[in-house]
């Protein structure tokens, strides 16, 4: 269902973590991680513009 969204309307919310401790890996080519450097692209729910 389309909507509009209003001046100010919160969309989302962010919350970080403390970590428990330092992670074994991080994220990043070395892992072969699918988002790594794949540039700009638009959600599933947009069509580019012809």
Known sequence: VPFILDHGQ???RLVY???LKR????YGTDLGSNYQAQG???????????
């Open 10 to 12: 919160i969309v989302g």
């Open 17 to 19: 973590e403390h970590m």
């Open 23 to 26: 992670p074994q890996a991080l």
């Open 40 to 50: 700009l692209k638009l959600s599933k729910h947009f069509r580019a513009a012809r």
